[in-house]
C-alpha cells in the first residue's frame, strides 16, 4: 500500500523559510511524478509545484514561482519543498500528491495524497 508522509511544517514569520518532506513508501517512487499542493482555510486546494520522475522537469504555480522550490531523491524515496521569502499568504495546510501512473510528464494527475503537514507564517 502506497504511503505519504509529509514533515517540516511550522510556524516561521515572514521572511523566512521552511523545508517540507514527503517520504513515500510501497511504490517504486522513482517512476512516479510528485507534487505539493496546499489549501488554505475557507478555500479550495490548489496546486503548488510538481516535479517529474527523474527530477529533470518541474513546475510551479504563478504565486509561488522564485520563492519555492521542490526536489526529489529517489534513493531516499522523499521529495522536498524549499520555501524562501515566505508569506503570510502562504499559510495553509500543504499536501504531498503522488501520480500512480508510471512515468508520465507532462500534465500528471496526482490521485495519491498524504495527510498533509501545517505550514503558518505570522505576519
Known amino acids: 500500500q502506497v504511503q505519504l508522509v509529509e514533515s517540516g511544517g511550522g510556524l516561521v514569520q515572514a521572511g523566512g523559510s521552511l523545508r517540507l518532506s514527503c517520504e513515500v513508501s510501497?511504490?517504486?517512487?522513482?517512476?512516479?511524478?510528485m507534487g505539493w499542493f496546499r489549501q488554505a482555510p475557507g478555500k479550495e486546494r490548489e496546486f503548488a509545484a510538481g516535479?517529474?520522475?527523474?527530477?529533470?522537469?518541474?513546475d510551479y504555480a504563478d504565486s509561488v514561482k522564485g520563492r519555492f522550490t521542490i526536489s526529489r531523491d529517489n534513493a531516499k524515496n522523499t521529495v522536498y519543498l524549499q520555501m524562501n521569502s515566505l508569506k503570510p499568504e502562504d499559510t495553509a495546510e500543504y499536501y504531498c500528491?503522488?501520480?500512480?501512473?508510471?512515468?508520465?510528464?507532462?500534465?500528471?494527475?496526482?490521485?495519491?495524497w498524504g495527510q498533509g503537514t501545517q505550514v503558518t507564517v505570522s505576519s
Open positions: 500528491a503522488a501520480d500512480l501512473r508510471w512515468r508520465v510528464w507532462p500534465r500528471p494527475k496526482y490521485d495519491y
Open positions: 516535479i517529474s520522475w527523474t527530477g529533470g522537469s518541474t
Open positions: 510501497g511504490r517504486d517512487f522513482s517512476s512516479h511524478a
